[in-house]
């Protein structure tokens, strides 16, 4: 059974940064696109950013030129470099396969102004 693994979360100002971490295990990790999603109390999970197997990259409009995904296969773990972080960016953060039931724990990340 697959296990992910969410790190890296914390409090921050705004404009601050924090790198989150996700390690997986018990998937082919090297062949999913792996997601980060954050989710705000009372409102649904919202995908965040994407990487393909191959190494392509996708972020929602709210993160784009802000956030950065990426993957390290041979440790199984995808990352989420996060800059220039709004208050808006509070959630709790959580990595998963693209399309995936199963959910971690999460990080939470609290920004304040």
């Known amino acids: 059974q697959g296990q992910l693994v969410e790190s890296g979360g914390g409090s921050v100002q705004a404009g601050g940064s924090l790198r989150l971490s996700c390690a997986a295990s018990g998937i082919a990790f090297s062949w999913q696109t792996m997601a980060w999603y954050r989710q705000v109390p009372g409102k649904q999970r919202e995908l965040v950013a994407t990487i393909s197997s191959t190494g392509a990259k996708d972020y929602s409009e709210s993160v784009r030129g802000r956030f950065t995904i990426s993957r390290v296969n041979a440790k199984d773990t995808v990352y989420l470099q996060m800059s220039s972080l709004k208050p808006e960016d509070t959630a709790v953060y959580y990595c998963?396969?693209?399309?995936?039931?199963?959910w971690g724990q999460g990080t939470q990340v609290t920004v304040s102004s």
């Open positions: 998963n396969i693209l399309g995936g039931v199963s």
